[in-house]
């Protein structure tokens, strides 16, 4: 099996390489200035970009700016001290990360650079209509805080809708029994397809 090699971006050459990978599998343009500010950490297979994620740990959080005045006032979230929240965006893995248990690899470090982050919130946003990061999202047992179309600056590129919630640092490590779970599905649904294929070859 190939190799995974976890490391820190902070080159402008791989900020903007990484910023270009989100975009061609998001749809969305992340501003630069946004991804200096936190931490970018890619996956690697044979020093090729694979996967990936930010961190960003300090006030400055994308998700919250989609979420509307009236929720912030009244939302008890909003009473804590922002210092105390981070939120993960960026988030990508290409094809070449071909199996689940390699995929579950990125997760297990994420969860890992979440927890080691030592914030007692998390911040979760996605595509509202992105079935599998809700699916990934439920998982860690979040509670909402908006869904539906975001404010946006003119000219700004992002999801037509929009999903946020937020979920704890120890939400995060307690629940993974569930990611395991969610691996031994995925490789049993890969198996499947996999003997699927090997049918229709062999019937043709």
């Keep these: 099996m190939e190799k995974l090699k976890f490391r820190t971006i902070s080159s402008n050459q791989e900020t903007n390489l990484f910023l270009k990978k989100i975009e061609n599998h998001t749809e969305v343009r992340l501003p630069l ?27 400055g959080f994308r998700s919250l700016l989609f979420v509307p005045e009236k929720i912030k006032n009244s939302h008890r979230l909003f009473l804590k001290d922002q210092y105390e929240m981070m939120e993960v965006n960026g988030l ?7 199996t689940p248990h390699m995929q579950y690899k990125i997760w297990i470090n994420l969860v890992k650079d979440i927890f080691f982050s030592r914030k007692k919130y998390l911040l979760l946003m996605c595509d509202a209509n992105n079935k599998t990061i809700e699916h990934i999202h439920s998982l860690t047992s979040p509670e909402p ?26 939400n995060i490590v307690l629940n993974i029994p569930k990611y395991w779970m969610e691996l031994k599905s995925r490789e049993r ?16």
Excluded: C
């Design 145 to 170: 805080l908006y869904e539906g179309k975001p404010n946006i600056m003119a000219g700004e590129k992002t999801h037509t809708s929009i999903r946020v919630s937020y979920t704890t640092r120890w």
């Design 189 to 204: 649904r890969a198996k499947e397809s996999a003997r699927q294929r090997d049918l229709a070859r062999t019937s043709t």
């Design 92 to 98: 990508w893995i290409s094809p070449t990360v071909k």
């Design 33 to 59: 200035n946004y991804a200096t500010n936190g931490k970018i950490v890619g996956v690697f297979i044979h020093k090729q970009l694979v996967a990936g994620y930010m961190l960003i740990t300090k006030p």
